[in-house]
């Protein structure tokens, strides 16, 4: 029998890999450091809220107009578990209030001038300020650079800080203003790409997806996202092996050793989806340029907090996803989702779910608390920005090291490992977050084209 393939790493990244391994015949070994699959997809029950249902710890939803994890779930058979979320407005919690976010709009990016003009979240010098620049013909962008860099003097620093930065930071646990616009922000990058006039470039970017639309923007799993996890470790079955970390790596001549809990295992060619600190261990001895790219990228710490009460416990009547906090509001919470509005499948009638960020690569006043603290700073920021009354039952998830940060050049340097790799150590692919994107669809999208390779 051939070598098997081994693939080190069972996130969403390395099972999409060694599933499509599997769908070509291919013999396959999964290597996992942790007890269980699926690294920064979790979901589970919130111990003591009463709920019937488990709810997720982190990703709670994808992209579908990205149809990586769509395909896969129908290929799984999950494909009658996929649900649209209510597709109701989100809101930015600003100087005491919550605000409509100006729409239409494009990644946080608004380009309608009335609907700023309009905007209680703008004041009226920065809708001076975004009328003055937003429709001025700009050069086109030529490499890479910033999302600050590149926006900041189309949309003004006020629209910037009060809608992109929440919204994009916020999705990275980041900074928008060190963010790679190729890597983090794609459609505004290609925006900012066809130069002239930002508004008609993004308009174009709205008019042509919604001629496109078929089904919705986003889609989440009834059940939870851990659904896709259980359905890929059941698809792989005794292939997977969890508790054991790939701790070494040795050429044989052709293929590659990996050293495992103490065993060695001839592989025939090695997917390393792990976290990009763990991978550049492993291959730090035969391409130290690559390892020292790798290591070089570094992480955002969050923490989400899963907060049940019943409905009638909160003033807002939650009419909407949730809202966003721009860092100026000083609060340790950099999001809530209305969870409950938002899915229909996590509303019960009775509880509202409320699921809350804190951490940012530029606040990590959370990894300085206790967990009760944590929880208990950010139920009072729900007393004041929602209303919450009485105590809610929470449940608290740290996500150390878990959002890779894309600084501009990051393609660049994920090409040029791939290339060391492909000279230098012929047999090793490198996938994962850290590489091609951290929303699922990229990180199927890039499993499986390792496992093509
Ligand atoms: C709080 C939070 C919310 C998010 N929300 C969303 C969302 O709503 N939508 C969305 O699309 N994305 C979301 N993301 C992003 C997305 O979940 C991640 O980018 C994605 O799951 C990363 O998958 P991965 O397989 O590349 O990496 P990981 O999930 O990090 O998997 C890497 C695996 O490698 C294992 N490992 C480590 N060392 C070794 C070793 N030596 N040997 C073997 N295995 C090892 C780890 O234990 C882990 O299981 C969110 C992320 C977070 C943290």
Request: hydrophobic share 45%.
């Amino acid at each position: 029998m051939s070598s098997p393939v081994i693939v080190v790493g069972g996130g969403i990244t390395g099972l999409a890999a060694a599933y499509d391994l599997v769908q070509q015949g291919r013999t396959v070994v999964l290597l996992e450091a942790d007890t269980r699959l699926g690294g920064k997809i979790n979901s589970g029950p919130v111990t003591g809220a009463g709920l019937a249902f488990d709810v997720d710890m982190a990703a709670d939803g994808f992209l579908a107009r990205q149809p990586d994890v769509v395909d896969l779930c129908h290929e799984l058979g999950l494909g009658d578990q996929l649900v649209a979320p209510s597709g109701a407005p989100a809101y930015i919690w600003f100087d005491g209030a919550l605000r409509n976010i100006p729409t239409p709009s494009v990644l946080g990016v608004p380009f309608d001038i009335a609907s700023i003009e309009n905007s209680d979240l703008i004041s009226p010098a920065g809708t001076a300020d975004f009328v003055a620049r937003i429709d001025k013909p700009a050069n086109p962008l030529v490499g890479d650079a910033s999302v600050g860099e590149v926006l900041r003097p189309r949309v003004g620093d006020e629209v910037f800080e009060r809608l992109i930065d929440p919204l994009l930071g916020g999705i990275n646990a980041g900074e928008a203003d060190r963010l790679s616009i190729e890597a983090g922000a794609a459609q505004l990058a290609d925006a900012a790409r066809a130069g002239g006039s930002l508004p008609v470039a993004l308009r174009a970017q709205v008019d042509a997806s919604l001629a496109a639309a078929a089904g919705p923007v986003f889609n989440g799993l009834r059940g939870g996202s851990h659904q896709l996890i259980d359905a890929l470790g059941a698809a792989l079955g005794d292939r997977v092996r969890i508790s054991t970390p790939a701790e070494r790596l040795e050429p044989t001549g052709g293929g590659w050793r990996v050293w495992a809990d103490g065993e060695a295992i001839d592989a025939s060619r090695v997917i390393l989806a792990s976290p990009s600190w763990v991978t550049a261990g492993l291959i730090a001895p035969y391409v130290p340029e690559s390892a020292a790219m790798l290591a070089g990228v570094s992480y955002g710490d969050a923490i989400l907090v899963t907060f049940v009460i019943d409905k009638s416990k909160i003033a807002n009547p939650l009419n909407g996803s949730g809202f966003l906090v721009p860092r100026s509001q000083g609060l340790l919470m950099t999001a809530c989702s209305w969870s409950s509005s938002k899915w229909g499948h996590y509303d019960d009638g009775i509880h509202a779910i409320l699921r809350v960020s804190a951490g940012r690569t530029d606040d990590l006043r959370w990894l300085d608390m206790s967990t009760a603290d944590i929880v208990d700073a950010l139920r009072r920021e729900l007393v004041t920005t929602i209303g919450l009354a009485g105590e809610p039952t929470a449940r608290a998830t740290p996500w150390r090291q878990s959002l890779p940060q894309y600084r501009p050049g990051h393609f660049d340097r994920c090409d040029d490992i791939d290339a060391q790799l492909a000279a230098e150590a012929p047999g090793l692919t490198v996938t994962g977050a850290q590489m091609r994107g951290l929303g699922l669809p990229a990180c199927v999208r890039q499993g499986r084209a390792a496992a093509q390779a």
